[in-house]
């Protein structure tokens, strides 16, 4: 069992949170244990999570296995682990690979700043890495700081969008019933083929269901099946809540999950959880800009066309600007009115890089400039504003994506309001499209 960087299977502590949220993730999920289980009638257990993540992702078909294929430039596994890391009550987790990539599995536990992972070999199958995962927790291993739980968790590598709701589902109704899992309503019919490939019977929809992730065992339930789990089981098995039943004669608690548990396993399904990751970044957007006269004005305009195109618009003369970024705000909007100057975007960027927000998502900043740019000679102002693509280039560095937008200005009211519509629209689809390759471009509304 090797554990990640120094700290990295240690005491609970939260993930790569940004410190102000760290609290307050930490409070809310406390709070919820706490509020839950009192409704529940029970305390909170020490409980742990034990992620398969040691699959060939054959059926994505492509070389690298699924759980490392990127979503935003970072590895898919990065994302569950982040979504189990906001759940400060589960004290540790042990992640299953191979060995030929455990070192690429550290590497992103350093990289984004994983805690509490704990890092054992892959089985075989899933079922056997699942296995090896429950023993890094069973046994006391010298030098090991894993203890064994009373609740384990277990959950798909490749399933990132798990929630703390349905985490605490499971693990209070495992509490009480010994085994748990969430499910889904199935969504094409299960039938069952005759030897010659033809219909032998269809299974009624309406009483079935799909078995999801996560699940949640007495860590004893769970540990006992696995122990006495036959070859074949272990060999071609899917399903542990089945293990839990055959082997330790316990019925799983089942809980309905949302529509986002699904599991990565096709290409099309890494496209969708681009998407849906995309869409949960891009809701929101901060305006900053100065409080003089010109600046507030045009700033005022562009922000209410910005509400036509994103759910939340901030402004900000930049006071606030640490706590939204603490907020975890990941796109910016810096106007400048009658400057090419880059001085007050260049202070966003600084700020943005001391705030390590753009380790866990690519932060879009776009460099607003309402110029009048027809009185001065193209050349003399479009050699400041050309300066965008050298910022681009090195902030890119930290996954800050940046690029600038013209507007002339002043012009007469109806075309300025026209040119702020068409403004708002082309920051809507950098903010919603995310597209390394337009960073340092200067587009024109
Ligand atoms: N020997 C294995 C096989 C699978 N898994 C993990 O179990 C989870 C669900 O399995 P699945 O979706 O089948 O992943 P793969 O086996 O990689 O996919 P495929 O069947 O397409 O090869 C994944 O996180 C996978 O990494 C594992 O830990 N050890
Ligand atoms: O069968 P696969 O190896 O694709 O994935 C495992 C899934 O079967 C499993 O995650 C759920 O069905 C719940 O057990």
């Known amino acids: 069992m090797e554990s990640g960087p120094p700290g990295g299977s240690g005491p609970a502590e939260p993930g790569p949170r940004l410190r102000g949220l760290r609290?307050?993730?930490?409070?809310?999920?406390?709070?919820?244990?706490?509020?839950?289980?009192?409704?529940?009638?029970?305390?909170?257990?020490?409980?742990?999570?034990?992620?398969?993540?040691?699959?060939?992702?054959?059926?994505?078909?492509?070389?690298?296995?699924?759980?490392?294929?990127?979503?935003l430039e970072r590895p898919l596994i990065s994302y569950t682990l982040q979504a189990l890391e906001r759940v400060s009550w589960i004290r540790d987790i042990v992640v299953a690979v191979t060995g030929e990539n455990m070192e690429t599995m550290k590497g992103i536990i350093q990289r984004y700043r994983h805690k509490r992972i704990s890092l054992v070999e892959a089985g075989v199958t899933r079922h056997r890495s699942i296995f090896n995962g429950l023993k890094a927790l069973a046994e006391d291993q010298p030098n090991c700081r894993l203890s064994k739980p009373e609740v384990v968790i277990i959950h798909d590598a490749v399933r990132p969008f798990v929630e703390e709701d349905v985490l605490l589902r499971v693990v209070t109704a495992a509490q009480e019933h010994g085994a748990s899992g969430a499910i889904r309503p199935l969504v094409s019919t299960v039938i069952s083929p005759s030897a010659d490939s033809c219909l032998d019977h269809s299974l009624e929809r309406a009483k079935h269901r799909a078995s999801e992730m996560p699940q949640a065992f007495l860590f004893d339930v769970i540990y006992e099946a696995y122990q006495q789990c036959s070859d074949y089981d272990l060999e071609f098995g899917t399903e542990c809540l089945h293990?839990?039943?055959?082997?330790?004669?316990?019925?799983?608690?089942?809980?309905?999950?949302?529509?986002?548990?699904?599991?990565?396993?096709?290409?099309?399904?890494?496209?969708a959880a681009e998407s849906i990751i995309k869409e949960r970044i891009s809701q929101q957007v901060c305006v900053v800009m100065d409080t003089k006269e010109n600046e507030e004005h045009v700033g005022r305009c562009l922000e209410e066309m910005l509400k036509t195109e994103l759910n939340h618009v901030k402004v900000t003369s930049g006071q606030d600007l640490q706590q939204i970024i603490l907020e975890q705000c990941y796109n910016f909007v810096c106007v400048n009115v009658m400057t090419s100057d880059f001085e007050e975007t260049q202070r966003l960027l600084n700020m943005l890089e001391e705030s390590n927000l753009s380790i866990l998502y690519p932060v879009v900043v776009i460099s607003v400039h309402f110029l009048d740019y027809e009185s001065v000679p193209f050349g003399q102002r479009m050699e400041k504003v050309m300066q965008i693509r050298e910022f681009a280039k090195e902030v890119k560095k930290r996954n800050i994506l940046l690029s600038g937008l013209l507007i002339y200005f002043p012009q007469e009211e109806q075309k300025l309001q026209e040119s702020l519509r068409q403004g708002a629209t082309i920051i809507a689809a950098l903010i919603k499209d995310r597209n390394s390759g337009l960073i340092g471009q200067l587009l024109v509304a």
């Open 23 to 71: 609290g307050a993730d930490a409070t809310a999920s406390a709070s919820s244990w706490s509020r839950f289980g009192a409704e529940a009638g029970c305390r909170a257990p020490a409980v742990a999570a034990v992620l398969p993540a040691g699959g060939s992702g054959e059926r994505m078909g492509v070389p690298t296995p699924k759980q490392f294929c990127p979503i």
């Open 243 to 271: 293990l839990a039943l055959k082997y330790s004669h316990i019925k799983a608690k089942l809980v309905e999950g949302s529509p986002d548990l699904w599991k990565v396993t096709y290409k099309r399904d890494l496209y």
